[in-house]
């Protein structure tokens, strides 16, 4: 008897305590806008305009219903146009749908021209279907197994892709697990899978996207210096 009092105890103490941290966790539009500040970002309660540009992404799927782009935070200074936003969907036909939430980070910069590619992480929902459903299968990097294990890179332009995914690329996402990263053309966006980036966590998800975006950039200019146009990425 005395060990299920304790038990029941200690319940009703962790229920206590968690349900004073949720009294005191601010909403979460108030805590963007706070962010937003912090990083010199301007606060939009909701843009849905952002949303046309990704239907070229498979992020916006052919089944995606009800999308919409919460808590914007937008650069003030161009180039390049950077957003963060809390994207929330319905994807799936109405007889087997589901609900999407998780934060994007998304660039567009002029100066930045990527062949077209999809960087998903091998234990999440969609790193774990069939090659047939992304059309091209993954691409092989034999000297870099803890990637592969970590990763699928997809893209129909191989040579272009290995091309922009050089050693210190790998490297970093070997290190950093679990994100989502498409980009095409001066577009490029990251996010965690259904995964909604906390406000405590946000510097440091800001700081690894920041950093993501520079290598893209960096290596789309080495890519590009003796080459004119895009690759023969199709957005459709």
């Known amino acids: 008897m005395f060990y299920l009092l304790a038990a029941f ?61 919460h808590n914007v935070l937008r650069s003030r200074t161009r180039p390049p146009d950077f957003w963060v936003f809390d994207y929330r969907a319905v994807v799936g036909h109405h007889n087997a749908s589901g609900r999407v939430e998780q934060t994007v980070f998304y660039w567009s910069d002029p100066r930045m021209k990527l062949p077209g590619f999809r960087l998903i992480p091998q234990d999440s929902d969609i790193g774990k279907q069939s090659d047939a459903v992304f059309k091209y299968r993954p691409l092989v990097f034999q000297s870099n197994p803890q990637f592969m294990a970590n990763y699928r890179l997809i893209s129909p332009d191989e040579q272009e892709i290995r091309e922009i995914f050089k050693p210190d690329l790998i490297a970093y996402f070997e ?39 520079q290598l893209f950039l960096h290596h789309s200019a080495i890519f590009n210096a003796d080459k004119t146009g895009l690759s023969s990425y199709s957005r459709t």
């Open 9 to 69: 105890s200690v319940i009703i103490i962790a229920a206590a305590i968690f349900m004073y941290r949720q009294s005191k966790r601010k909403p979460r539009p108030v805590a963007m806008r706070e962010l937003g500040a912090g990083f010199d970002l301007t606060y939009i309660e909701k843009d849905n305009s952002i949303l046309e540009n990704l239907k070229f992404f498979k992020i916006y799927d052919a089944t995606t219903l009800q999308a919409a782009a």
């Open 175 to 213: 290190k950093l697990k679990g994100v989502c990263v498409e980009g095409f053309g001066n577009e490029v966006f990251m996010y965690r899978y259904k995964t909604i980036i906390h406000e405590k966590l946000f510097s440091r998800f800001y700081q690894n996207a920041q950093s993501i975006f």
